[in-house]
């Protein structure tokens, strides 16, 4: 199996855990001028912004190293343009999430980064 499609069923596995876990899905692999975003979900007036890491043979203590600073800066920025352009969804708070899919289980990291960096 190719990388791509490995990367396509991790994100339709979280998909699908976000979803029986009450979020709405509001859009899946959002792209904008600043970068991309996996997953962009919305529970309990919160918009959370989701980066899946679809692992099988990374540890999961790899996570934080994965997710630079450029790359938390391209999620961020991608945030903001979708919040900019989407006025319906500007009041509420923004959350950013990582999902690791490994071979044997799926964690959920709620507020992993914040504009700041890591939690």
């Known amino acids: 199996m190719n990388s791509k499609l490995r990367g396509d069923r991790g994100e339709d596995r979280a998909a699908d855990l976000l ?7 509001v859009k899946r692999n959002l792209r904008c001028r600043s970068g991309e975003v996996d997953i962009v979900v919305y529970k309990d007036d919160s918009l959370v912004f989701v980066e899946v890491k679809h692992w099988l ?7 934080e190293r994965s997710i630079t600073a ?3 800066s ?3 920025g991608c945030a903001r343009e979708f919040c900019a352009a989407n006025p319906q969804w500007s009041r509420c708070r ?3 999430d990582i999902i690791h899919v490994g071979p044997e289980q799926i964690t959920h990291f709620q507020n992993a980064f914040t504009e700041s960096g890591f939690q």
Request: cysteine-free; hydrophobic content about 40%.
């Open 57 to 63: 043979t990374m540890p999961i203590d790899e996570l």
């Open 19 to 25: 979803a029986e876990g009450g979020y709405h899905i």
């Open 94 to 96: 923004r959350r950013f």
């Open 74 to 76: 391209r999620i961020l």
């Open 70 to 72: 450029a790359k938390r």
